[in-house]
């Protein structure tokens, strides 16, 4: 038996919870867990029946609330927590208390509930923009700064309380269902043929598409020795910003126009942003598959068919 057929295998004997389960990037993990045979839990604000995959046990909390996170884990038990519950990714520069209160104060809470219970794994998801922690660089908008601090939180509590503990720094990740962002935006202007605004547009950004990202986020939820690590979940290869909303308009064949320049960058602007996705490689024996162009076909397919769906 492979690796891979192994901890799909051990994922059947887990109680795995997800906080943000009813964000981009939590449904699509929980609808692959459910998949694969976990018992999975999708804690959220909003979570209800109909919010979460199906087969998903909703569980309504608030992650900046202490006892409400407390009281839902105790009840669930899990043996496993995916925190990917966060706010500010496509609006960086929200109020800095929002931003503390969801990004820190909620991480802190569910790593003590987490510890509490006693689970196996607690699986942290941070953003590509938490390098500026390890480069010194100023943090730039409060979105950025409330990540860096949740990660150095997550780094002290394990270190404190020795629980087996991972992180990972997602890229650019994009894909169906997406609502909010450069691609999905991109995407909805050119199938409707309008014009679409954006900067410049020179930023260099690593594009990973969504199931890629699903892979390494279940693969370290069980693999082995990784205790303490950080991880770039990326292709490793990056794309202009303006290159990418190219491609989209031509493989749509569009009738719109992209205007660049149309839009000032954001102050303190990152121009490059690339993962570096060695140690993924090698640690978790994971790399992202789906080239630019293939995922943003997938992407646009998927459009089309819920654009389809809701004109029939």
Request: charged letters at 20%; hydrophobic letters at 40%; proline letters at 4%.
């Amino acid at each position: 038996m492979d690796d891979t057929v192994h901890r799909e295998a051990s994922l059947r004997q887990l109680r795995v919870l997800v906080t943000g389960a009813t964000g981009f990037v939590g449904q699509h993990l929980c609808r692959r867990l459910v998949t694969l045979g976990a018992a999975t839990y999708g804690l959220s604000r909003s979570a209800a029946a109909q919010t979460v995959p199906a087969g998903v046990t909703p569980i309504a909390a608030d992650v900046t609330r202490r006892d409400e996170v407390i009281t839902a884990l105790k009840q669930v038990s899990p043996s496993h927590v995916l925190h990917l519950a966060a706010v500010g990714a496509t609006e960086p520069f929200l109020p800095r208390e929002q931003a503390n209160s969801v990004n820190v104060t909620g991480t802190v809470n569910v790593l003590q509930a987490s510890q509490a219970v006693g689970i196996q794994r607690f699986l942290h998801v941070g953003t590509a923009y938490e390098h500026s922690a390890a480069t010194a660089q100023q943090p730039h908008n409060p979105y950025v700064t409330s990540k860096i601090a949740a990660w150095l939180f997550w780094r002290t509590f394990i270190e404190e309380h020795s629980l087996d503990a991972v992180a990972v720094r997602l890229y650019y990740v994009y894909g169906p269902q997406q609502i909010h962002g450069l691609i999905p935006e991109a995407v909805r202007a050119a199938q409707r043929h309008e014009r679409f605004n954006l900067t410049p547009g020179e930023q260099w950004r690593d594009f990973v598409y969504v199931t890629d990202v699903i892979d390494a986020l279940i693969t370290a939820l069980t693999a082995p020795n990784v205790c303490g690590q950080t991880y770039d979940i990326g292709t490793g290869v990056g794309l202009q910003v303006k290159t990418a909303v190219r491609r989209i308009f031509e493989i749509t064949q569009s009738r719109g126009q992209y205007v660049l320049g149309a839009l000032n960058y954001r102050p303190n602007e990152e121009m490059a942003l690339i993962a570096a996705p060695a140690a993924a490689q090698h640690d978790l024996k994971w790399q992202a598959r789906i080239q630019f162009d293939e995922g943003i076909v997938k992407t646009i397919d998927a459009f089309r068919r819920h654009l389809g769906q809701h004109e029939s």
